[in-house]
């Protein structure tokens, strides 16, 4: 049993680190690097061996490509040792494989509202205040809804992305019209998440005429842009409304005053000093806060991927809501929403 375990434990490490490293000698990691299936992976191993760096770091790998770990369980191994290493039980994976098929239409009857990207504010024709925002994570976001089979409105600030498929993106240029694009379609949505780093000052006057170049300093006046989300969150109602707070430290703290202060169901706050988090990059570090002041941080994931994470949250919270004596009628809402 003991020849049978140590081999299980080799096997599972090789597999990983196979996996990670893309290569295909075997039946199973060349089916792993052709498939656009999603990819689900419980290891069964020693406990030092799964706690082991170079484990940790392949399965980082892995998950930051988007494959989802069924963690090892805690218990006695077949070779004496205990700890964290047994394989889920079969219960427990088909759950989580259910789950993650189950995702193609739990939303379906949902209209889901994002904003997404950069505002750009002008100061002349060609002139303009604006910030870093790329828009991916927004337009990941809105994918991820749509996955779901959510009726998905995009808003979105300048980018240079196609939306996804299935998306009506309506775009805008600036902070007033992404606003008023807002609250045309506020009343629709069941939920609203506002993805967008919208700029919070605009100048106040706006030259007609490309303003030309000179040797003198020059000294533009700023006026506060409305805060779109802090404009309808208050007439919220039934809907559930998302925050993502763009923190550069004491991050938790900032978002956990956002999410109060704004009335939010839900913050996701990414701290964007961090290399490969924020803007721009294709991966982020979010963190989840919730009303209930519950915290939940993932690691650091393509953008796709905390998409969906941030859905998981949404459909949950959606459960709750519907649950709740006293919700406006949510009869509409598919059979799977409709209860806890
Ligand atoms: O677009 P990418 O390059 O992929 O980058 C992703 C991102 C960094 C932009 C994204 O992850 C993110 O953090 N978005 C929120 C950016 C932001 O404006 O954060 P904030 O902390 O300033 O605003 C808090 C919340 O209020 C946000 O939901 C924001 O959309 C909203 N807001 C802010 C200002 C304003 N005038 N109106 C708003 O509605």
Same mark, same amino acid.
């Not at 790998?61 to 077949?78: C, H, K, N, S, W």
């Not at 009857?109 to 504010?121: D, F, K, Q, R, S």
């Not at 809907?239 to 707070?245: D, E, I, K, S």
């Not at 009303?291 to 859905?311: N, Q, Y």
């Given at each position: 049993? !003991?020849?049978?375990?140590?081999?299980?434990?080799?096997?599972?490490?090789h597999?990983?680190?196979?996996?990670?490293?893309?290569?295909?000698?075997d039946?199973?990691?060349?089916? %792993?690097?052709?498939?656009?299936?999603?990819?689900?992976?419980?290891?069964?191993?020693?406990p030092?061996?799964w &706690?082991?760096p170079a484990?940790?770091?392949?399965?980082?790998? $892995?998950?930051?490509? *988007?494959?989802?770990?069924?963690?090892p369980?805690?218990?006695?191994?077949? !070779?004496?040792?205990?700890?964290?290493?047994?394989?889920?039980?079969?219960?427990? @994976?088909?759950?989580? +494989?259910?789950?993650?098929?189950?995702?193609?239409?739990?939303?379906? *009857?949902?209209?889901?509202?994002?904003?997404?990207g950069?505002?750009?504010?002008?100061?002349?024709? +060609?002139? /303009?205040?604006g910030?870093?925002?790329?828009?991916? @994570?927004?337009?990941a976001?809105?994918q991820?809804? =749509?996955?779901? *089979?959510?009726e998905? &409105?995009?808003?979105?600030?300048?980018?240079a992305l196609?939306?996804?498929?299935? +998306?009506? !993106?309506?775009?805008?240029?600036?902070?007033?019209?992404?606003l008023? =694009?807002?609250q045309?379609? /506020?009343?629709? !949505?069941?939920? /609203?998440?506002?993805?967008? %780093?919208?700029?919070?000052?605009?100048?106040?006057?706006?030259?007609p005429?490309?303003r030309?170049?000179?040797?003198?300093?020059?000294?533009?006046?700023?006026?506060?842009?409305?805060?779109?989300?802090?404009t309808?969150?208050?007439?919220?109602?039934?809907?559930?409304?998302?925050?993502f707070?763009?923190?550069?430290?004491?991050?938790?703290?900032?978002?956990?005053?956002?999410?109060?202060?704004?009335?939010?169901?839900?913050?996701?706050?990414?701290?964007?000093?961090?290399?490969?988090?924020?803007?721009e990059?294709?991966?982020?570090?979010?963190t989840?806060?919730? %009303?209930?002041?519950?915290?939940e941080?993932?690691?650091?994931?393509?953008?796709?991927?905390? =998409?969906?994470?941030?859905?998981?949250?949404?459909?949950?919270? $959606?459960?709750i809501?519907? *649950?709740?004596?006293?919700v406006?009628?949510?009869?509409?809402?598919?059979?799977? $929403?409709?209860?806890?």
């Amino acid at each position: 049993a !003991c020849l049978v375990g140590s081999e299980m434990c080799i096997r599972d490490r090789h597999t990983i680190a196979r996996l990670a490293l893309g290569l295909a000698d075997d039946m199973l990691t060349t089916l %792993a690097l052709a498939t656009r299936a999603p990819i689900l992976v419980a290891p069964a191993m020693n406990p030092a061996m799964w &706690t082991h760096p170079a484990t940790q770091a392949h399965v980082q790998m $892995l998950q930051a490509r *988007g494959v989802e770990f069924i963690d090892p369980t805690y218990g006695v191994m077949a !070779c004496g040792d205990e700890g964290w290493g047994k394989i889920a039980d079969t219960p427990t @994976m088909i759950e989580v +494989v259910e789950r993650r098929l189950k995702r193609t239409q739990e939303l379906a *009857g949902i209209h889901v509202l994002v904003t997404a990207g950069p505002t750009y504010e002008p100061i002349d024709p +060609v002139r /303009f205040i604006g910030n870093r925002s790329s828009g991916k @994570m927004g337009y990941a976001v809105a994918q991820a809804a =749509a996955e779901r *089979g959510a009726e998905v &409105t995009l808003i979105s600030g300048p980018t240079a992305l196609d939306p996804p498929a299935g +998306v009506k !993106c309506i775009r805008v240029q600036t902070a007033e019209q992404m606003l008023q =694009a807002v609250q045309e379609h /506020f009343e629709a !949505c069941d939920v /609203f998440i506002s993805v967008a %780093a919208v700029a919070d000052y605009r100048p106040e006057r706006v030259y007609p005429l490309k303003r030309k170049r000179s040797q003198r300093a020059w000294t533009l006046r700023l006026v506060p842009n409305p805060d779109i989300l802090g404009t309808v969150a208050p007439r919220k109602g039934h809907r559930l409304v998302v925050g993502f707070a763009a923190e550069t430290g004491k991050a938790i703290e900032y978002a956990r005053e956002k999410l109060q202060r704004k009335g939010l169901d839900l913050i996701a706050v990414n701290d964007v000093l961090e290399p490969q988090s924020g803007f721009e990059v294709d991966t982020t570090r979010l963190t989840l806060l919730y %009303a209930d002041g519950r915290v939940e941080p993932l690691p650091l994931l393509p953008k796709r991927i905390a =998409a969906h994470r941030l859905m998981d949250a949404v459909v949950e919270r $959606l459960h709750i809501l519907a *649950g709740k004596s006293g919700v406006p009628d949510r009869s509409h809402l598919p059979d799977s $929403l409709k209860s806890p």
